[in-house]
């Protein structure tokens, strides 16, 4: 076989490893879940490539590196059949043959041609070149299979279960996100409204619980000696379907209006034997830490207190769903 033919096939090769690798960092996971979903041919090679990351990134430099060998034994072969010496010292001290000048020779080409130029090609069109050559990718990996695996296995004994599941492809910064999400729409992918209430979730961690609060004029209130006279009169003035059972400014108790109503109670009754144990979060807390503190209480509804512990408002998970969905 031609020494130039192998050149080439090497130099491809070599391309191709380093484009996809690069690929498969900048391929648009929003859109590749959605077309997995529709069930497209490609996306589910793509998908079923990618679902082992450590696995793939080690096939594709193990791959790189036997295209690298074989366009430096073909370079070197070509010096060596143009009758190169082994032993000639180049300056009297350093060692010149063939080996070393397919290295000085290649170092460019290699760079250029394999290197720069293709990860620039797939960074930049990641989603069409990572699908068209999805087949390819495919049988590469079953070639390669025998040597990637071990080296998977191998790498994990270095690992634990929490860097093995934050090292795969799901995991995504605030940027990175943000700059999917705007790709995602400008292809139509998602609709401005999806992208708009994305925003919203990505921008909980910063958005304080007291922007969303109701305050304590809208809320209902009562002192802990209140019975349930007191509670038909306050609902008739402030609507809700929780009360707060107030000691001075501090809440002591959470009490449910249904609850009340299902007891058929007398209008002396108290509410205070009633009242369960209120969730409290702070006003300065953020958006997120409360959403997740309300999913996990019962009522779903929490009293928002100062620094001092003192009622300032009440907010409910339903608040932080408007909040996401509001156009």
Sequence with gaps: MSVLFLLLVGFILSAFFSGVETGSYSLNRIRLRHDVREKERSALRLEALLAHPHRFIF??????????????????????????????????????????????????PLFLLAEMGPKNLFRTNADRLMRGLSVPMQMVSWMIFPLAWPLERFFRLFLRDEQMRQSGWGGYSKVMLMEQLAEGRQRGVISSYQSRMMD????????????????????????????????????????????????????????GLQEVIARQLPDEAPLRPLAQDALSIEMGRNVKSAFYRLRNNPRHVAAVVDGRGHLVGSIRIDDIARYIAKR
Excluded: C
Excluded at 92 to 104: I, S
Excluded at 208 to 220: E, F, I
């Design 59 to 108: 096939t594709m430099l193990i791959g790189n590196n036997l295209a690298i060998y074989l366009v430096s034994q073909q370079t070197t072969q070509l010096y060596l059949n143009r009758g190169m010496q082994s032993d000639y010292l180049w300056g009297g001290f350093l060692p010149w043959n063939a080996e070393t000048a397919a290295t000085v020779t290649l170092m460019i």
């Design 200 to 255: 919203h979730v990505i921008a909980m961690h910063q958005l304080p619980v007291r922007l969303l609060m109701r305050s304590v004029k809208k809320s209902l209130t009562l002192p802990e000696e209140a019975t349930v006279g007191d509670l038909r009169r306050a609902v008739g003035r402030r609507s809700g379907s929780e009360l707060f059972l107030m000691k001075q400014h501090q809440v002591v108790g959470i009490v």
